[in-house]
Nanobody, 115 residues
Framework: QVQLVESGGGLVQPGGSLRLSCAAS????????MGWYRQAPGKQRELVAT???????NYADSVKGRFTISRDNAKSTVYLQMNSLKPEDTAVYYC?????????WGQGTQVTVSS
């Protein structure tokens, strides 16, 4: 069992930056692949970025070059650095941890990009 707690969301102007954090507890963090997903009102949840246990990363085309996912295994935390934010990045952002058939989600953090 893994508990995930996201933080760092908020209101930011277009072009601004935010860093999301997801703190994990309850299991061996380093073995999990971690990911960030988001869900805008009226839309399906979509992949934003993932990072494997070995540190390989993958990004949605819409965020490539603007967002960076990273992990600190010593702190059992995964981060999402978001730069050059756009209004279309507005969504609830969810942290995910996966290992074989196991899959866990955080409660989400709201990111609003608006002037």
């Amino acid at each position: 069992q893994v508990q995930l707690v996201e933080s760092g969301g908020g209101l930011v102007q277009p072009g601004g930056s935010l860093r999301l954090s997801c703190a994990a507890s309850g299991s061996i963090f380093r073995i999990y692949a971690m990911g960030w997903y988001r869900q805008a009102p009226g839309k399906q949840r979509e992949l934003v970025a993932t990072i494997t246990s070995g540190g390989s990363t993958n990004y949605a085309d819409s965020v490539k070059g603007r967002f960076t996912i990273s992990r600190d295994n010593a702190k059992s935390t995964v981060y999402l650095q978001m730069n050059s934010l756009k209004p279309e990045d507005t969504a609830v952002y969810y942290c995910n941890a996966g290992y074989t058939y196991l899959n866990f989600w955080g409660q989400g953090t709201q990111v609003t990009v608006s002037s």
